[in-house]
């Protein structure tokens, strides 16, 4: 899809179709030509409520607001629908919510990305989109606008590269787990080394032997599926900060041997969404070439059932020394993690330090299937994840720590138990559960989130379709795009 901003008029550029943004309600802007038409037609322009007039070329959506979480929303809701209809080149006006500001250019951008994706991979009858170009005038639906035409193109441009990046991630997670397993995703993050100035290394069983990752290698015995450790890294000379990224890599959880039951099953092979936003994200940073230095480690596993299995009584030993009692099979992202994020902080030192996973159905049940739940020791590096997924229009929100539910998670046999003693506040005690495993050095400097809600979601919403979102890679982006422009050099 080629986009281009350019200062043409509207009305002087060709294209298949045209569309328009109602804007709260107000038809009375004059870009709304048809006002008649539409009463007719019932529109009212609510929040993604679309109106296509045929004979005119113009396709209406209505959005509450001129912000970007509103405008993203209704861009991919009108582009959806013109999924696998003829129309190849759209134009459309720049709507901006503050005159200095183009973040709701961007969101127009990925509004159109994100809402033209399919995952057709497994259908015999492809319906794609068949928009190729896409036209934006600088005319916007304000005339005080004080944007250079530069910083409007870097607004298409870095558009574009979160939202592809976000597709990138849906694409993997959407995969089928006989299709998508650890060695797969390792290929996967070497594709995206071989294509861009990345750096990629793979850790392979006896690797992960050598380097005491007992946890991880424990969760993937009973699968034919040998585990991988990815670690892809982006070194640019100028960078101004470090940052590493870790994220959950089960390409299926099924429970193990504290088995799921049927309906739980169902949908696990999206337990890989951490890692595979961590490879969107590595994948935009070196597209971006941010002046920060990112690393991304996933630990790709399969978490399954077999004689060979890991067992509720089992004490396994992490990276760090750390004895844990198993009581729960079905708790293996925070294993997997727990010798990740050892191994990442012993290659890295890092000025944040961020974990994504799905790792608690607790995290669902609290804040609902939209919203990450951000966690950790401190404030700074959550405040600027909830802050940043914000801007993006992702859902975050904090769950804080406590150190009454961090005695849930004793043992009497061991250093700590996998699971918590209660049933309630499950997706803080799996937070703490991996501060366990933060050295002293990144305390402070470390957030989780739990994406297990918005990951994964078996209907529509907003600039996401059925099924996988890509949740955390557009947040991420974000916050490094951020620390790029004020953090320090030191
Ligand atoms: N992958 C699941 C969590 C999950 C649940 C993700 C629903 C997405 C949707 C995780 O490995 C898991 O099974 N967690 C258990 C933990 C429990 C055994 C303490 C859970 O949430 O039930
Ligand atoms: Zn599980
Ligand atoms: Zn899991």
Redesign the pocket.
């Known amino acids: 899809m080629d986009f281009n901003i350019t200062t043409t008029p509207l009305k002087e550029i060709k294209a298949d179709l045209e569309i328009i943004i109602v804007i709260d309600g107000n038809f009375k802007h004059t870009f709304i030509q048809d006002k008649k038409l539409l009463k007719k037609a019932g529109f009212k322009g609510g929040q993604d409520e679309i109106c296509l007039l045929l004979e005119k070329n113009r396709l209406y959506v209505g959005s509450d607001t001129l912000k970007g979480v509103g405008v993203r929303s209704a861009v991919a809701t009108a582009i959806r629908s013109l999924l696998g209809k003829k129309y190849k080149t759209i134009k459309l006006a720049t709507y901006l919510s503050h005159p200095r500001c183009t973040a709701s250019l961007r969101a127009t951008v990925e509004g159109i990305v994100l809402g033209s994706y399919t995952f057709t991979q497994y259908k015999s009858k492809k319906i794609k989109s068949r928009v190729k170009e896409i036209q934006i005038s600088t005319e916007g639906y304000a005339d005080n606008y004080e944007v250079s035409l530069e910083a409007m193109a870097r607004a298409v441009h870095n558009g574009e590269i979160s939202a592809n990046a976000t597709n990138f991630t849906r694409d993997i997670v959407n995969t089928t787990p006989d299709d998508c397993y650890p060695k797969i995703m390792a290929d996967i993050a070497e594709g995206l080394a071989e294509k861009s100035s990345l750096k990629c290394k793979i850790l392979k069983p006896k690797a992960l032997r050598k380097q005491k990752m007992e946890t991880l290698l424990a969760v993937a015995r009973a699968s034919r599926h040998k585990p991988r450790v990815i670690h892809l890294a982006h070194k640019p000379k100028n960078a101004k900060a470090v940052v590493t990224l870790v994220g959950k890599g089960?390409t299926y959880?099924s429970?193990g041997l504290?088995l799921?039951p049927a309906d739980?099953m169902v949908?696990?092979k999206?337990?890989k969404s951490g890692g595979s936003a961590v490879l969107g994200i590595m994948k935009a940073v070196s597209e971006m070439d941010l002046p920060i230095e990112v690393h991304g480690f996933v630990g790709a596993v399969e978490n399954m059932i077999g004689g060979d299995a890991y067992k509720p009584d089992d004490v396994l030993t992490a990276k760090n020394g750390k004895t844990i009692e198993i009581r729960?099979t079905?708790?293996?992202?925070r294993l997997v993690l727990a010798d990740t994020l050892c191994y990442a902080q012993q290659e890295v030192k890092a000025d944040y330090l961020f974990d994504f996973a799905?790792?608690?159905?607790?995290c669902?049940v609290g804040v609902g299937h939209y919203t990450s739940g951000v966690m950790g020791n401190a404030d700074e590096p959550k405040d600027l994840v909830v802050n940043l997924a914000t801007q993006a229009g992702e859902l975050a929100t904090k769950l804080d720590f406590n150190r009454h539910l961090k005695k849930t998670i004793k043992s009497e046999i061991a250093d700590v138990c996998n699971?918590?003693n209660t049933r309630y506040g499950?997706a803080i005690t799996?937070g703490q559960f991996l501060s366990e495993f933060i050295d002293e050095d990144h305390k402070e400097k470390w957030a989780h989130i739990d994406i297990?809600g918005p990951?994964?979601v078996e209907h529509a919403w907003a600039e996401n379709p059925h099924g996988a979102s890509g949740a955390g890679v557009r947040m991420m982006i974000r916050l490094i795009e951020k620390l790029a422009r004020t953090v320090k050099t030191h």
């Open positions: 089960l959880d429970g504290s799921k739980y949908t696990m999206s337990d729960n079905d708790a293996e992202g799905t790792l608690t159905g607790a669902v699971i918590s499950g799996a297990a990951a994964f």
